[in-house]
C-alpha cells in the first residue's frame, strides 16, 4: 500500500513570511501532484511534477520533486492571507490508478 | 467554478438508509472519479469510472456501489448507512482514462451526515 506523510500538519504563520511543507512516502510515485482546498471546496489543482529533481515555480510558490521521486517540496515565499488553505499532496502510478492522498498540511497566514 | 456538479450539496439521512449521491463532469470529461474526505482519514479515493465502465478501484466498502451513464454522469450510492459514512464526498472529472499527469477537476462535494 503506498501511503504520503505531509508535515507539518498545522502550520499558522504572520504575513510575510516564508515556509515549506513536506510530502514524503517509502514508495515510488509516477507523479506527484499538489493541491490547495479552501473550506466548503473541492480541492484544486496546483501543479504536477513527474521527473525526478524536477522544479516548478508558480509565482511564489516553488515544487520540487525528489530525485528517488518518493518526496516533495513546496515552498512559498511572502506568504499572503490569500494563500490560507488545506495543502495535500497526491501521489499516483503510471496508470493514474489509486491517488493516494497525503493526510495535508493545514495553512493559516494571518494579516 | 470547475465545471464539476454534484448534488445534493447537504444531505442529512439516518442510521441503516440508503441515499444516492450525483455527479456530471465537466464537459467532455470521460473519467469520472469519487473520493470520501473524512477528518480522521483525510482524502481517500474509492472509485474510478471512464466512459461508462469501471476503471480503477480503492477503498470502496461492499456497501458502496457506482455507475457512470451513457451521458457520463455518475451515481455513488451508498447503502446500511452507519454513522462513520458521515463524510464530505467529492467527485472529480478528467479528460482521459486516467494518466498519472491528468488534472482532476473536483466539484463542491456533497455532505453526507447519518444520525
Known amino acids: 500500500t503506498q501511503l504520503l506523510e505531509q508535515s507539518p500538519q498545522f502550520l499558522s504563520i504572520q504575513e510575510g513570511e516564508n515556509l515549506t511543507v513536506y510530502c514524503n512516502s517509502s514508495s515510488v510515485f509516477s507523479s506527484l501532484q499538489w493541491y490547495r482546498q479552501e473550506p466548503g471546496e473541492g480541492p484544486v489543482l496546483l501543479v504536477t511534477?513527474?521527473?525526478?529533481?524536477e522544479v516548478k515555480k508558480l509565482k511564489r510558490l516553488t515544487f520540487q520533486f525528489g530525485d528517488a521521486r518518493k518526496d516533495s517540496s513546496l515552498h512559498i515565499t511572502a506568504a499572503q492571507p490569500g494563500d490560507t488553505g488545506l495543502y495535500l499532496c497526491?501521489?499516483?502510478?503510471?496508470?493514474?490508478?489509486?491517488?493516494?492522498f497525503g493526510p495535508g498540511t493545514r495553512l493559516s497566514v494571518l494579516p | 467554478d470547475s465545471g464539476v456538479t454534484q448534488t445534493p450539496k447537504h444531505l442529512i439521512t439516518a442510521t441503516g438508509q440508503r441515499v444516492t449521491l450525483r455527479c456530471s463532469p465537466r464537459?467532455?470529461?470521460?473519467?469520472v472519479y469519487w473520493y470520501q474526505q473524512s477528518l480522521d482519514q483525510g482524502l481517500q479515493f474509492l472509485i474510478q469510472y471512464y466512459n461508462g465502465e469501471e476503471r480503477a478501484k480503492g477503498n470502496i466498502l461492499e456497501r458502496f456501489s457506482a455507475q457512470q451513464f451513457p451521458d457520463l454522469h455518475s451515481e455513488l450510492n451508498l447503502s446500511s448507512l452507519e454513522l462513520g459514512d458521515s463524510a464530505l464526498y467529492f467527485c472529480?472529472?478528467?479528460?482521459?482514462?486516467?494518466?498519472?499527469?491528468?488534472?482532476?477537476?473536483f466539484g463542491p462535494g456533497t455532505r453526507l451526515t447519518v444520525l
Open positions: 497526491a501521489g499516483a502510478n503510471n496508470y493514474g490508478q489509486n491517488f493516494v
Open positions: 511534477v513527474v521527473t525526478g529533481g
Open positions: 472529480a472529472s478528467s479528460s482521459t482514462h486516467g494518466r498519472a499527469t491528468d488534472t482532476q477537476y
Open positions: 464537459s467532455g470529461d470521460l473519467s
